[in-house]
């Protein structure tokens, strides 16, 4: 499959003290926990009839914590630009381009796609607040902004009852290992 490189970024309300993330709908998350719930629904796949959806699970079971992020699919946009509107657009920060550090690139998956994902950290204030964030409705997007505080954020990444990309583990452990510390000093 061919699909776009992707940034995410990891935000850091220092005025809060917490992480920013988002809550969204997946439908291929979904799908998965209905196979993995009602897998007798999915053994009559050949038919033309077929419809797994006929006893559906709670939507909520396709729902994930992720990082904001967002397809680099404008071309006259730099990886930085789309950052920044995309933490507008999904979160509400009104960012300036100079608070968008690069931390690393890496595969966002190798075995079905091989597209890449540069992830970004940004540090944001509630003064940057400008709205409400939630992403464009009109797109079928449907998010909600979560903040999960820096005090339970190492406990949250690694609990599975908070479905999570594993970009969310790995920036939060970036984080403790790259700027706590120095949060701390303060
Ligand atoms: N958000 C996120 N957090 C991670 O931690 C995270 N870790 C990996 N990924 C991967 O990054 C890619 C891009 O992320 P998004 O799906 O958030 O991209 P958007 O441009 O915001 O939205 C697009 O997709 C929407 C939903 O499908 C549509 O409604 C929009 O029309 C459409 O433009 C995806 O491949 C996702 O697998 C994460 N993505
Ligand atoms: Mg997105």
Not at 142 to 152: K, M
Not at 164 to 169: A, E, H, S, T, Y
Request: with cysteine; hydrophobic share 35%.
């Amino acid at each position: 499959m061919r699909t776009h490189d992707s940034v995410s970024i990891l935000i850091f309300n220092s005025s809060r003290q917490c992480f920013v993330v988002v809550k969204q709908f997946r439908p291929a998350v979904y799908m998965c926990e209905m196979e993995r719930h009602r897998p007798q629904d999915f053994q009559s796949k050949d038919q033309d009839s077929w419809c797994p959806l006929l006893d559906p699970l709670p939507a909520t079971e396709g729902v994930t914590y992720e990082l904001c992020a967002g397809l680099v699919d404008k071309p006259e946009l730099s990886l930085e630009e789309i950052a920044r509107n995309e933490v507008l657009e999904e979160c509400g920060y009104d960012i300036p381009i100079t608070n968008l550090k690069r931390i690393t690139s890496y595969r966002s998956g190798v075995g079905v796609t091989g597209s890449r994902q540069t992830l970004f950290y940004a540090e944001v204030t509630d003064q940057m607040k400008t709205g409400e964030g939630g992403g464009q409705p009109e797109e079928g997007e449907l998010i909600e902004v979560v903040e999960v505080p820096l005090q339970d954020s190492m406990k949250f990444a690694f609990d599975e009852h908070f479905p999570k990309p594993m970009g969310v583990i790995f920036s939060f452990m970036w984080f403790q290992s790259n700027v706590a510390l120095g949060l701390l000093e303060k």
